[in-house]
Each structure stands twice: as structure tokens, then as C-alpha cells.
């Protein structure tokens, strides 16, 4: 069956723009995570939804950064007025459900170059 | 906060040959899941094999194996017979047991060069 996918597959935007990276999860998995990956912070978790809802918004790197998931399935994550900082792959990740029992299945992410 | 160390940011191997890659953690919590992805240049990460903290028998996955000492919080990796396919970066990752939102928290990674 069809795996994790994110769109674009990379995005060159100019500093303070804005931009929406769309992450398309396997389809029944209930839960939805997005991890950042950085030169210099490595592999950060970012956010996590339960179905529609993101209990926990602290791990977002700024107020410009926010995340949503409709439908209990697609989610974008926006980052507005970007900074050259925000340049980074952005890795998206589905599970069944949200115990650690369950594999997280990753997509192939989006880089982020912000010139 | 968990935090993960990968002390080698570079391994090389001879293909056929074994290499073992190093992972310690640190952790309060008495119970959690230890994983080994692997990201090839393609970006997408793949999980490899993974350790439930309470399980004290090492797992193994066909020609992936880990080293799990538990009181020492260490989690290496050992790759048999390493094939030119296995050349990627390597990520240790702890993960509480609840999960939900307790994300993965990841090492820097190891980059594996597989010399034919």
C-alpha cells in the first residue's frame, strides 16, 4: 500500500515568506508527527496529533510555526515570515496508534532552503 | 528530558565484514523503547530493529543485532556481513513507553561508508 508522502519534495522561499508543507499520512493511521531535521539541531520532534487534535504545541520551534490536520488525515505544517534558521529537511511520520509499540513510518520529508 | 549520544560520526566497514555502532541514552524513566533507523540518501527514514527497555533478551533482525545493557544505558548496533545497500546514516532514537506526545528523540547519527 501507498506510504507516508510529503509535498514538495523541496521549496526554495525568500526570507519572510510564508510556506505550507503538506504531509499525506498512511491512510487509517490515527496518529501524526513531524520531526525537523537540522544541520545544527539534528532530528527535533516537533509536534504530535492524535487524530485531529495536537495535544501538546510546545515543541514547535516559534510562534510562526503552526500545524493542523483535517479529517483525522492530511496535515500541513505552516511557518510564516520564514528565516534562513527555518532551512531544514521537515520529516513527517505516521503510526496506527500513538503508544510507542507502534512503528512510526516515515516520509521522504521536505527540504526547506530559505535564500 | 532523554537525551541520546552517538559517539562516531563516521564508521567505515569492508563489505562482508561486521561493524558495531555505538548508542548511550540517558533516562529517569525505568521503561521506554530504544530504535535503529537508517536514512539512505533518499531521506526516508527507516526503522531497522528496536529494543522494549523491559525485554532483557537482545533483538536481532536477520543480519541486524543490538547490544542492549541496560544499567550502562547503552545500545549499540552490530551490522553482519555488511553489504554496499547498508551504507547510510544510522540514528539511535529513545522513545517513552506511553508515547503519544513524546515524540522520538534521536542521536546526531553515525554515517556508514560500506568499502566494496
Known amino acids: 500500500g501507498a506510504g507516508v508522502s510529503q509535498s514538495p519534495s523541496n521549496k526554495v522561499t525568500e526570507k519572510g515568506k510564508d510556506v505550507e508543507l503538506r504531509c499525506d499520512p498512511i491512510?487509517?493511521?490515527?496518529?501524526l508527527y513531524w520531526y525537523r531535521q537540522s544541520l545544527g539541531q539534528g532530528l527535533e520532534f516537533l509536534i504530535y496529533?492524535?487524530?485531529?487534535?495536537?495535544?501538546?504545541k510546545s515543541g514547535l520551534p516559534s510562534d510562526r510555526f503552526s500545524a493542523e490536520r483535517t479529517g483525522g488525515s492530511v496535515s500541513t505544517l505552516t511557518i510564516q515570515r520564514t528565516q534562513q534558521e527555518d532551512s531544514a529537511v521537515y520529516l513527517c511520520?505516521?503510526?496506527?496508534?500513538?503508544?510507542?509499540?507502534?512503528?512510526?513510518?516515515f516520509g521522504p520529508g521536505t527540504r526547506l532552503t530559505v535564500t | 528530558a532523554q537525551t541520546v549520544t552517538q559517539s562516531q560520526p563516521e564508521m567505515s566497514v569492508q563489505e562482508a565484514e561486521t561493524v558495531t555502532l555505538s548508542c548511550t541514552y540517558d533516562t529517569s524513566e525505568s521503561d521506554y523503547y530504544l530504535f535503529w533507523y537508517k536514512q539512505p540518501p533518499s531521506r526516508q527514514m527507516i526503522l531497522v530493529i528496536r529494543?522494549?527497555?523491559?525485554?532483557?533478551q537482545n533483538a536481532t533482525e536477520n543480519r541486524f543485532s543490538v547490544n542492549f545493557q541496560k544499567a550502562a544505558k547503552s545500545f549499540s548496533l552490530k551490522i553482519s556481513d555488511s553489504q554496499l545497500g547498508d551504507a547510510a546514516m544510522y540514528f539511535c532514537a529513545y522513545r517513552s513507553v506511553g508515547g503519544g506526545a513524546d515524540g522520538l528523540t534521536f542521536g546526531k547519527g553515525t554515517h556508514l561508508i560500506i568499502q566494496p
Open positions: 511520520a505516521s503510526s496506527l496508534m500513538p503508544q510507542s509499540s507502534y512503528e512510526q513510518y
Open positions: 529494543q522494549e527497555a523491559y525485554k532483557q
Open positions: 491512510s487509517g493511521h490515527t496518529a
Open positions: 496529533f492524535q487524530g485531529n487534535s495536537a495535544p501538546d
